[in-house]
């Protein structure tokens, strides 16, 4: 299968600064990414669909000035957490995938936060 | 809205023993895909199996293997000889025309030596 990979791995901050978490399709071109929040022993949860060249689609309920999402080519895409808070502490997680109907979405290994 | 739902939060199964974890979903759509992912304790989500609606014969990946009935929408997943490395928590998953991946509520499943 494709190869997605995330940096960091983990992050620990403090309350108030911000977060960039990277996303990255290494062996294909990835039109469509999408961002995933993750709580324990639970599953995922959609945040947005960011599509190459243009703004992110945010599900409802998740706050577009607080989770800044740039997709700026067709292998990197980045989400932001803004003036992070405790309760923004999770397992983030990206996915690729070509945007093709169906197409299958590969996952990258996901990014613990956690802020203080 | 399309829903996914594993009604099993656990199950356990004997190593080299064969284990079927179930699900069901509920949409309106003609065209879809449905996959099996598994994530074990290192939280990396891995693709184990997918089938695409329009086709009738079930998906099969080596010890993997689906029971797709189309008109019960239900979508299982069978581990055949069980190993120690598939304990692990697996979400069924749903596609359409959005795009959009949709999750089960996921099973943990124990493999006991």
């Known amino acids: 299968g494709a190869v997605v990979s995330q940096h960091p791995s983990r992050v620990i901050c403090k309350s108030g600064t911000s977060v960039k978490i990277e996303c990255r399709s290494l062996d294909f071109q990835a039109t469509t990414m999408f961002w995933y929040r993750q709580f324990p022993k639970q599953s995922l949860m959609l945040m947005a669909t960011?599509?190459?060249?243009?703004?992110?689609?945010?599900e409802q309920g998740v706050e577009k000035d607080k989770f800044l999402i740039n997709h700026a080519s067709l292998t990197l895409s980045t989400l932001t957490v803004t003036s992070a808070h405790p309760e923004d502490s999770s397992f983030y997680i990206c996915?690729?995938?070509?945007?093709?109907?169906?197409?299958?979405?590969?996952f990258g290994p996901g990014t613990r936060l956690l802020v203080l | 809205a399309q829903t996914v739902t594993q009604s099993q939060p656990e199950m356990s199964v004997q190593e080299a023993e064969t284990v079927t974890l179930s699900c069901t979903y509920d949409?309106?759509?003609?065209?879809?895909?449905l996959f099996w992912y598994k994530q074990p304790p290192s939280r990396q989500m891995i693709l184990v199996i997918r089938q695409e609606a329009y086709k009738q014969q079930n998906a099969t990946e080596n010890r993997f293997s689906v029971n797709f009935q189309k008109a019960a929408k239900s979508f299982s997943l069978k581990i055949s000889d069980s190993q120690l490395g598939d304990a692990a928590m697996y979400f069924c998953?749903?596609?359409?025309?959005?795009?959009?991946?949709?999750f089960g509520q996921g099973t943990t499943l124990q493999v006991k030596p």
């Open positions: 949409t309106s759509e003609s065209d879809y895909y």
């Open positions: 998953a749903y596609t359409g025309n959005t795009g959009k991946l949709i």
């Open positions: 960011s599509n190459e060249g243009s703004k992110a689609t945010y």
């Open positions: 996915s690729a995938s070509s945007g093709l109907e169906g197409e299958t979405q590969y």
